[in-house]
């Protein structure tokens, strides 16, 4: 049982690093007048729309520049875990 004890806290430890590490990582997008910068995190810390984009056009541009952004942000999490040996137990 302390054995399993351990292996947990293990496993939290190396979540931790790894969340602190993709937290220091950014993803970049922009199209059509958005700009939109996320963290490893994937919390969006920027977001710019031009002053010229339609109102018609606005909810298309950006939910299209969210869901890119969010795939982008998925691969460099990705890499980053390789990169990092990936969670033990999980690989």
Known sequence: ?????KQFRDLRSQAKTLQNALAGESVEYEKGGIKIVMNGNM???????SPEISH????NLLTGAVNETIKR????????????GGIQ???
């Open 1 to 5: 049982m302390f054995n399993k004890l």
């Open 43 to 49: 919390e969006i810390i920027r977001l710019a729309i």
């Open 56 to 59: 018609d056009k606005l909810e």
């Open 73 to 84: 942000a998925q691969k460099v999490m990705a890499k980053k875990v390789q990169e990092m």
């Open 89 to 91: 137990g999980f690989n």
